[in-house]
């Protein structure tokens, strides 16, 4: 679907906006900056400024407001910031984007468009790609009035000022009658490539099924090369992982099938978790959820609630899970907040001393690693072997753990 990709291959200069309001303070409106930044950087946009405001809730004609909009436009209409696109942070009405684009006569393209954008041009299989496709055309369905301002709209001579349909009205239901064909159309793809999924799923025997979950960037990736001794794509970006990959491990005689999934984001679009779901089947079938968390992140324990919160939202049972906390090796310190009203205070809190916190009552459902230095992995695979067994032993009590008569994936 090349033609909704909204990025040029080119590196483009655009300027970030977010909102601070009740719900998201200063310091969260900056996170969700930073992501938004990193995002940006992923798609191959250069972020060269930030623009924020303080609101009760966004603007419902321009987001932000008039004051706001005048001092973005005279900072766009400065040559010198060579500026081509304005990335907002929330998603965009129709009316929005209709009118930043009159106001600003630039790109304007809000957090989701732009988590598609980078999802449009990553996806790879045929399966990731249908999926895209269809979260584009959900996406774009509801804001198809703003492609066709560039046309007049005729005004009839009928009596008491009847309005004649002009050709933009015309061509906005032939637009939207073709997006809703191929909507039906990906959602029956979407139904046959399900199908195949699943019988692929039910060719694996009766192995233990492991699925890597977490936040996307959190190391996913190389944790699977590193236990799999495998090649999957690994990048310091965000969304390197689109299809699922699954294959064999064994840790002594224990074979099991571990998954990496498509990494989760705060704000996730509600069109990639619709579009998503079939992707995430391999969590819903797993027998254990291992949870990689980037511990090296200020933001690492919201990430964590993030991933949660969605998974609980998908599966309707509770799954045995484990917890890796990895990149210790980048771990510096915590940042602690008292509540929304208080600054955050930094604190030099060292990773036995946080081990002290919350994470005491993990027992042995965590563990702590670094993937990239291979830091305590033995630990690591001590805690899946024993995990896996557990499942094993009460799937199938009398079995000896012997895994030579199953196929290779």
């Known amino acids: 679907m090349k033609e909704f990709i909204l990025t040029d ?7 970030l906006v977010g909102l601070i309001t009740p719900e998201q303070n200063e310091i969260k409106s900056k996170e969700y900056l930073d992501e938004l930044d990193f995002l940006a950087s992923t798609a191959g946009i250069k972020a060269v400024k930030r623009f924020t405001q303080r609101l009760d809730r966004p603007n419902s004609v321009s987001f932000v407001g008039s004051g706001k ?14 500026i081509g696109m304005v990335i907002f942070d929330d998603e965009l009405s129709s009316k929005q984007l209709r009118n930043l684009e009159g106001e600003l006569k630039v790109k304007i393209l809000d957090r989701t468009g732009l988590i598609l954008d980078i999802f449009a041009g990553r996806a790879q299989t045929a399966h990731a790609k249908t999926q895209v496709e269809l979260a584009q055309y959900n996406y774009m369905l509801p804001r198809l009035t703003r492609l066709w301002t560039h046309l007049e709209r005729q ?4 009596s008491g000022g009847f309005r004649m349909r002009g050709p933009g009205e015309t061509q906005l239901e032939t637009d939207r009658r073709i997006i809703l064909s191929k909507i039906a159309k990906l959602k029956e793809d979407l139904k046959e490539i399900d199908k195949q999924k699943a019988t692929q799923r039910k060719n694996r025997g009766r192995l233990v099924r492991v699925a890597l ?3 996307t960037n959190v190391g996913k990736s190389t944790l699977m090369n590193l236990l799999s001794k495998s090649d999957v794509f690994a990048e310091d970006k965000l969304f390197a992982t689109l299809d699922t990959t699954v294959r064999k491990v064994t840790i002594d005689n224990l074979a099991f099938l571990l998954a990496d ?17 079939s992707t995430l089947d391999e969590v819903r079938e ?13 933001a690492f324990e919201e990430q964590l609630e993030v991933v949660t919160q969605t998974l609980n939202d998908l599966m309707q049972e509770v799954k045995p899970f484990l917890i890796v906390f990895n990149k210790t090796d980048a771990f510096s310190y915590v940042e602690k907040e008292e509540d929304d009203l208080t600054p955050r205070i930094r604190e030099n809190i060292s990773l036995e001393e946080l081990k002290k916190t919350w994470m005491n009552k993990l027992n042995e459902n965590c563990v702590f690693i670094s993937a990239r230095e291979k830091q305590n992995i033995e630990e690591l695979k001590t805690l899946l072997y024993k995990k896996v067994k557990e499942i094993h032993t009460q799937r199938f009590p009398y079995n000896d753990f012997l895994y030579q008569e199953y196929d290779e994936v």
């Not at 291959?9 to 300027?15: D, G, H, K, R, Y």
């Not at 797993?286 to 200020?298: E, F, P, T």
């Open 213 to 215: 979950v977490g936040y």
């Open 69 to 82: 909009l005048q001092e973005l436009k005279e900072y766009i209409a400065n040559e010198e910031n060579q």
């Open 261 to 277: 999934t498509v990494g989760f984001i705060r704000k996730l679009p509600t069109e990639l978790i619709e579009s998503f779901k």
């Open 155 to 158: 005004s009839g001579g009928g």
């Open 9 to 15: 291959t080119q590196t483009e200069n655009a300027v």
């Open 286 to 298: 797993a027998d254990l959820l291992v949870h990689v968390v980037d511990i090296s992140h200020q």
